[in-house]
């Protein structure tokens, strides 16, 4: 991480805040308080904007610099609105391919994860505000421009995402190793949300007893799963096969 990531101290980020930078997340020292932290809190709630109580411990670790026990990571991006993007993409006359990642956190597979969605036509990726990664300059810089391109929803309840993506006609496909299902059993020539979990907890319980499908991708190795950057390009480029057998317009 860079000094062009970060703004640090109380002042500093409550005049970005007003500045309308593009601010992925707040970090505050837990027990930090006082009438400018007090105002600071204002401005993140009335904005939207992620915070986060942290551990001195961590704050250190971006900078050693006087951060006054506030650091504002910025975003490379700007977010988008599901609710706003996926009637759009209606509009537009397309058939909606999404991808959801729920809880990655690793810059490498997440930049990996966009670049294929661009180049396989996905119309937006969706992550959560929280317990996910952050969508700064080393991000962009892994997806190759590819998070430039592709829309980035964040949002801050995942399991309303999910049912309104549900409401609005997509089949909700859960990719798991939990799954009895192969990956090519299911029907991707509809509206479809692929939702990809976190490598060491996989996808939320509540969110994969939501999913309509349930799918896997065999393994006859010795190790039990795949990168989930990988797994994700295979979910792809399979919706992207059978869209096009179907003689579907991909993009």
């Known amino acids: 991480m860079t000094d062009a990531d970060y703004i640090y101290g109380v002042r500093a ?4 805040i007003d500045a309308g930078r593009r601010i992925d997340k707040v970090l505050i020292k837990r027990d930090l308080g006082g009438n400018l932290v007090s105002e600071l809190m204002d401005k993140i709630t009335s904005n939207g904007i992620v915070v986060q109580r942290v551990p001195l411990e961590k704050l250190n670790r971006i900078t050693r ?4 026990g506030v650091v504002a990571l910025l975003s490379a991006v700007s977010y988008y609105n599901i609710e706003d993007l996926i009637p759009e993409l209606v509009a537009d006359g397309r058939l909606p391919f ?4 729920d809880g990655i956190t690793d810059v490498r597979n997440f930049g990996a994860i966009a670049r294929t969605a661009e180049c396989a036509g996905v119309d937006a990726l969706i992550i959560p505000s929280a317990g996910s990664v952050t969508v700064g300059a080393d ?6 421009g590819a998070l430039l391109r592709v829309p980035v929803c964040r949002v801050r309840n995942m399991a309303h995402a999910v049912t309104y993506l549900e409401e609005k006609g997509f089949s909700l496909v859960a990719v798991s190793e939990k799954a009895d299902h192969n990956y090519t059993q299911g029907d991707y020539t ?11 907890k996989g996808i939320s319980p509540h969110i994969f007893k939501a999913c ?6 065999p393994m006859f190795g010795h190790i039990g799963s795949l990168n989930v950057s990988v797994a994700a390009g295979i979910m792809m480029y399979e ?11 991909v993009i």
């Open 13 to 16: 980020v409550i005049e970005a």
């Open 65 to 68: 610099n006087n951060h006054q």
């Open 98 to 101: 999404v991808v959801i990642l």
């Open 139 to 144: 991000a962009v810089k892994t997806s190759a």
């Open 190 to 200: 509809v509206p479809t949300a692929l939702i990809m979990g976190a490598e060491d």
């Open 212 to 217: 309509s499908t349930r799918v896997s991708i």
């Open 239 to 249: 919706v992207v096969r059978q869209r096009l057998e179907a003689n579907m317009e």
